[in-house]
């Protein structure tokens, strides 16, 4: 029986591996299940040539008693499922060893992409760099396709697209010429390429036909940005197809490399990668522009679903904001959570960063090998006085694999005007692509009582650039399609768009029709939990008394500039006794991670048997905190200088944002240069 899954986050120094056995009875129920954590090198060649495949052969070996040589194929027979999240595709990009790719577009725009949408992030530098392309060379192909607006010009052989847009084919693809460019890229040795035609998100034909032609001359890789992100605008799309057709060579070779070492069988494991949006997508739908976060993304998700602070008696129960730092052997990632996961559904990769957020009422997860060692110094540098440490948290992106959500994302473009006439075919579009949606995950082994399905609709005011996501209702588990339609015949979009639009641009326009550009559909299967302390609650259980320290060391604080005898605590004694404090200096021994208790730090043992600390200094605040009794003779904070700084820039951008997003597009052609 398959009673093992696994979760494996592979990093740029170390691979961690979270797996969890289900205990059976005689009958076959699972009665317990017992965790295992192992952390290996990511690469050491002279022992082992794959280490999450090495990680799953360790575990197998441990759990079992059975041997598992490793010079002969994992046995597949006892997995139920393998969860993967890798830095392969974020590596590429960053070192540029990508795929070579050659990219196809439309005769007259082989600069489109190389111009970009030509913002400056530092319009006053005198120098300009130019950010690198990820294509080494341009086919233009002899083909123009033109978008009939208007009814009375349209003409008996224009074809409506899948937008519900009208296309007339001004000009036929030359197919001769097409080949003859596209053979010499091949003969160069170029072995990706990347279409980007306009107009293909509502007519892909042309780019189908440049697919046909391009797989027949014998190259590998072929990505279509009417299939890869079949949304209005070529530079975002083009973009986006540039960077699937980059990275996705570098992990189908990933993928076979790993599947290569495995016995028969594995076609009956539920393999699946960590997306860029916090997903999980089967192995064969986990492409390259999906996978640029995969490996920062499952700390994201762990510490997201795991951080829940003690509740305070008779106050509601509130998600608090979240700052993650995940500190590894190679890079820290810094993320930000308030409750809810953002931009699921972007296909390009923004790189935003938000700035102006008073991080001080903030809690900080510090995660990673060397994160919580760090812990306290790096809240007191931010003037934040709560850290919350997971009991895993030298693995925890691993672990956040194990407890993250299955996806499939569809969208499908449109052009129509959002209106009470104009419903019924909008609700059509949606149910049909969340039919396919939970098709997917069906056919890849889920139920189809397991699977949520949430609706959205891409509008925006006409005459404006840039479209609001309005996220429509949310679909019970296992809800039929049917039912589906008909909370959308009675869910107002309008409302929910006009609500949202006032509360981020502070008004709406009147007496303007609301468009559509795409229609999209997000279908997820949430795991199994079997992991108790996630269903615990935050509430902090009756206070007990400490456990006595496991031994006292030396430990040298900078602060204080002296050696002091600290007491050092093993983590899984400290689970004896949930809901005892302890005060610092002292160290806490975790597995896979050292937590460093600084002084006037205190720290809480949660019900779940994470670690929740406490500065009481900086919570308590200082004496006399009131504007009128504070002295003036106070040194100058750099931090909060930052934030301020920060968040005075942040209003601009802000305004520049929102000048560009709400008004007609000729009027903001130069937003960036104000």
Same mark, same amino acid.
């Given at each position: 029986?398959?009673?093992?899954?696994?979760?494996?986050?592979?990093?740029?120094?170390?691979?961690?591996?979270?797996?969890?056995?289900?205990?059976?009875?005689?009958?076959?129920?699972?009665?317990?299940?017992?965790?295992?954590?192992?952390?290996?090198?990511?690469?050491?060649?002279?022992?082992?040539?794959?280490?999450?495949?090495?990680?799953?052969?360790?575990?197998?070996?441990?759990?079992?008693?059975?041997?598992?040589?490793?010079?002969?194929?994992?046995?597949?027979?006892?997995?139920?499922?393998?969860?993967?999240?890798?830095?392969?595709?974020?590596?590429?990009?960053?070192?540029?060893?990508?795929?070579?790719?050659?990219?196809?577009?439309?005769?007259?725009?082989?600069?489109?992409?190389?111009?970009?949408?030509?913002?400056?992030?530092?319009?006053?530098?005198?120098?300009?760099?130019?950010?690198?392309?990820?294509?080494?060379?341009?086919?233009?192909?002899?083909?123009?396709?033109?978008?009939?607006?208007?009814?009375?010009?349209?003409?008996?052989?224009?074809?409506?697209?899948?937008?519900?847009?009208?296309?007339?084919?001004?000009?036929?693809?030359?197919?001769?010429?097409?080949?003859?460019?596209?053979?010499?890229?091949?003969?160069?040795?170029?072995?990706?390429?990347?279409?980007?035609?306009?107009?293909?998100?509502?007519?892909?034909?042309?780019?189908?036909?440049?697919?046909?032609?391009?797989?027949?001359?014998?190259?590998?890789?072929?990505?279509?940005?009417?299939?890869?992100?079949?949304?209005?605008?070529?530079?975002?799309?083009?973009?986006?197809?540039?960077?699937?057709?980059?990275?996705?060579?570098?992990?189908?070779?990933?993928?076979?490399?790993?599947?290569?070492?495995?016995?028969?069988?594995?076609?009956?494991?539920?393999?699946?990668?960590?997306?860029?949006?916090?997903?999980?997508?089967?192995?064969?739908?986990?492409?390259?522009?999906?996978?640029?976060?995969?490996?920062?993304?499952?700390?994201?998700?762990?510490?997201?679903?795991?951080?829940?602070?003690?509740?305070?008696?008779?106050?509601?129960?509130?998600?608090?904001?979240?700052?993650?730092?995940?500190?590894?052997?190679?890079?820290?990632?810094?993320?930000?959570?308030?409750?809810?996961?953002?931009?699921?559904?972007?296909?390009?990769?923004?790189?935003?960063?938000?700035?102006?957020?008073?991080?001080?009422?903030?809690?900080?997860?510090?995660?990673?090998?060397?994160?919580?060692?760090?812990?306290?110094?790096?809240?007191?540098?931010?003037?934040?006085?709560?850290?919350?440490?997971?009991?895993? #948290?030298?693995? $925890?992106?691993?672990?956040? =694999?194990? @407890?993250?959500? /299955?996806? *499939?994302?569809?969208?499908? !473009?449109? %052009?129509?005007?959002?209106?009470?006439?104009?419903?019924?075919?909008?609700?059509?579009?949606?149910?049909?692509?969340?039919?396919?949606?939970?098709?997917?995950?069906?056919?890849?082994?889920?139920?189809?009582?397991?699977?949520?399905?949430?609706?959205?609709?891409?509008?925006?005011?006409?005459?404006?650039?840039?479209?609001?996501?309005?996220?429509?209702?949310?679909?019970?588990?296992?809800?039929?399609?049917?039912?589906?339609?008909?909370?959308?015949?009675?869910?107002?979009?309008?409302?929910?768009?006009?609500?949202?639009?006032?509360?981020?641009?502070?008004?709406?326009?009147?007496?303007?029709?609301?468009?559509?550009?795409?229609?999209?559909?997000?279908?997820?299967? #949430?795991?199994? $939990?079997?992991?108790?302390? =996630?269903? @615990?609650?935050? /509430?902090? *259980?009756?206070?007990?008394? !400490?456990? %006595?320290?496991?031994?006292?060391?030396?430990?040298?604080?900078?602060?204080?500039?002296?050696?002091?005898?600290?007491?050092?605590?093993?983590?899984?004694?400290?689970?004896?006794?949930?809901?005892?404090?302890?005060?610092?200096?002292?160290?806490?021994?975790?597995?896979?991670?050292?937590?460093?208790?600084?002084?006037?730090?205190?720290?809480?043992?949660?019900?779940?048997?994470?670690?929740?600390?406490?500065?009481?200094?900086?919570?308590?605040?200082?004496?006399?905190?009131?504007?009128?009794?504070?002295?003036?003779?106070?040194?100058?904070?750099?931090?909060?200088?930052?934030?301020?700084?920060?968040?005075?820039?942040?209003?601009?951008?802000?305004?520049?944002?929102?000048?560009?997003?709400?008004?007609?597009?000729?009027?903001?052609?130069?937003?960036?240069?104000?």
């Amino acid at each position: 029986m398959r009673v093992f899954r696994f979760a494996i986050d592979r990093g740029g120094t170390f691979t961690d591996v979270y797996a969890e056995m289900d205990v059976l009875d005689a009958q076959g129920n699972v009665v317990d299940v017992q965790p295992k954590v192992i952390k290996l090198l990511s690469e050491d060649p002279a022992n082992y040539p794959d280490a999450p495949r090495e990680g799953i052969r360790r575990v197998l070996e441990i759990m079992t008693g059975v041997p598992h040589p490793r010079d002969q194929p994992v046995d597949t027979a006892k997995i139920q499922s393998i969860r993967m999240g890798t830095t392969v595709a974020t590596n590429a990009l960053l070192e540029r060893n990508g795929e070579r790719t050659v990219l196809v577009t439309t005769k007259g725009f082989h600069d489109l992409l190389y111009i970009g949408n030509q913002s400056r992030p530092k319009i006053f530098d005198l120098e300009i760099h130019m950010p690198d392309t990820l294509y080494d060379s341009v086919v233009e192909v002899d083909e123009r396709l033109q978008i009939v607006s208007n009814e009375k010009d349209r003409q008996p052989t224009d074809e409506k697209g899948i937008s519900g847009d009208y296309i007339r084919v001004i000009q036929d693809l030359d197919a001769d010429d097409l080949t003859k460019k596209l053979q010499a890229a091949r003969d160069d040795g170029v072995e990706s390429v990347a279409i980007v035609l306009l107009h293909s998100y509502t007519f892909p034909r042309h780019e189908q036909q440049v697919r046909d032609i391009a797989v027949k001359l014998g190259f590998t890789q072929v990505s279509l940005s009417s299939e890869v992100m079949p949304m209005v605008k070529a530079v975002p799309r083009g973009f986006t197809t540039c960077a699937d057709a980059y990275l996705t060579p570098v992990i189908k070779k990933y993928v076979a490399s790993f599947c290569a070492g495995f016995g028969e069988g594995l076609d009956q494991v539920n393999i699946s990668f960590m997306q860029s949006d916090g997903g999980l997508a089967r192995m064969k739908h986990f492409h390259g522009h999906r996978a640029i976060l995969s490996g920062p993304a499952g700390g994201v998700v762990g510490y997201a679903r795991t951080t829940r602070p003690p509740e305070t008696p008779g106050a509601a129960s509130v998600q608090p904001a979240v700052i993650g730092f995940d500190m590894g052997g190679t890079s820290t990632d810094v993320s930000r959570f308030d409750g809810k996961f953002e931009h699921v559904l972007e296909s390009v990769t923004a790189n935003v960063t938000n700035k102006g957020y008073d991080i001080s009422t903030h809690i900080l997860a510090c995660f990673g090998g060397a994160g919580p060692q760090h812990a306290c110094s790096i809240a007191k540098a931010l003037g934040m006085s709560r850290v919350y440490i997971h009991r895993y #948290s030298g693995i $925890l992106s691993a672990y956040g =694999l194990s @407890v993250a959500d /299955s996806v *499939v994302d569809k969208q499908q !473009p449109s %052009s129509a005007e959002y209106s009470a006439a104009t419903k019924p075919a909008l609700i059509s579009s949606l149910t049909k692509i969340a039919d396919e949606a939970v098709n997917e995950l069906v056919a890849d082994g889920f139920q189809h009582e397991d699977v949520q399905v949430q609706y959205f609709l891409n509008m925006r005011y006409e005459g404006t650039d840039n479209a609001v996501m309005t996220r429509g209702p949310a679909g019970a588990k296992g809800e039929s399609i049917a039912s589906g339609a008909d909370a959308l015949a009675v869910f107002d979009f309008e409302a929910t768009f006009v609500k949202k639009y006032q509360r981020e641009f502070g008004f709406v326009l009147q007496n303007r029709s609301i468009l559509i550009d795409d229609v999209r559909v997000r279908a997820t299967v #949430s795991p199994d $939990l079997k992991d108790p302390a =996630l269903t @615990v609650g935050a /509430s902090a *259980v009756e206070a007990v008394e !400490p456990c %006595s320290p496991h031994s006292m060391t030396r430990f040298y604080f900078e602060q204080e500039k002296a050696w002091k005898q600290i007491p050092v605590y093993l983590h899984e004694e400290l689970l004896e006794k949930r809901g005892a404090k302890y005060t610092g200096p002292a160290v806490i021994m975790q597995g896979t991670a050292t937590v460093v208790v600084e002084p006037e730090w205190g720290v809480q043992i949660m019900p779940s048997g994470d670690l929740f600390l406490v500065n009481s200094v900086e919570a308590a605040g200082p004496e006399n905190d009131h504007p009128a009794l504070r002295s003036e003779d106070v040194p100058l904070d750099p931090i909060q200088l930052s934030v301020f700084s920060h968040r005075f820039m942040g209003i601009a951008e802000q305004m520049g944002r929102t000048l560009a997003r709400s008004a007609p597009p000729a009027q903001v052609l130069g937003r960036r240069s104000l």
